[in-house]
């Protein structure tokens, strides 16, 4: 049997006042979110997350969208430095990438799994050190709340009701108690909420 080493999941999603982390319109509708995600709330809500992280946990369509546009902005002496912060984090930090369809790593530092995140959280648990970051990756997250593996969650709440699309918390879900570590709400209505699982 292995010894957890005391690493934390976070996890990280931007979601409406309905719950929903996309539009209607299906998975690339983000019509809601976009005037939200470069507000300094925003940002600085970005540059929270990734402290003390050391593994970016990410499902594959949002690892290959990650790094077709991450990379250029660690590059990027113009890039606003929580943007250029969080960006050379994701390039040099450790990446699981869950995908049933890749079959090689296609990026640096990073490994592909094919396996339930609950299995590959459990690993990453009993190894290494540093905080496990699932940013953004909504199929990932849910499936880790559905086994109640995630640590601390970092919500972007946005002031839209999007009327349709995937909704983060899915009725079925254990029963959990969370504590609020931090809250802000930036101009225009947009609310930065971390919430800490209490075991």
Known sequence: MTTPTGRKVT????????????????????????PYVVTEVARDHMNRMWQGATTALLGRVNAEGFM?????????DDADPRDR?????????????????????PWERTRVVNAPAAEVVADLKATGEGDILVNSSA?????????????????????????????????????????????????????????????
């Open 139 to 199: 199929s990932v997250i849910k499936a880790l709340l559905a086994a109640d593996l995630v640590d601390r969650l970092h919500l972007m709440i946005l002031p839209e009701i999007a009327g349709g699309g995937q909704r983060l918390f899915d009725d079925g879900l254990p029963a959990t108690k969370w504590t609020l570590a931090h809250q802000e709400t930036g101009e225009l209505g947009e609310m930065a909420m971390v919430y800490d699982r209490l075991r």
């Open 85 to 105: 912060g969080y960006a050379k984090w994701l390039v040099g930090a450790e990446k699981v990438v869950l995908s049933t369809t890749l079959t090689e790593a």
């Open 11 to 34: 996890a990280n999603l931007s979601i409406t006042l309905d719950g929903r982390y996309h539009g209607p319109g299906g998975p690339g509708d983000f019509a809601a979110f976009a």
């Open 68 to 76: 077709g546009y991450w990379p250029s902005v660690a590059e990027n």
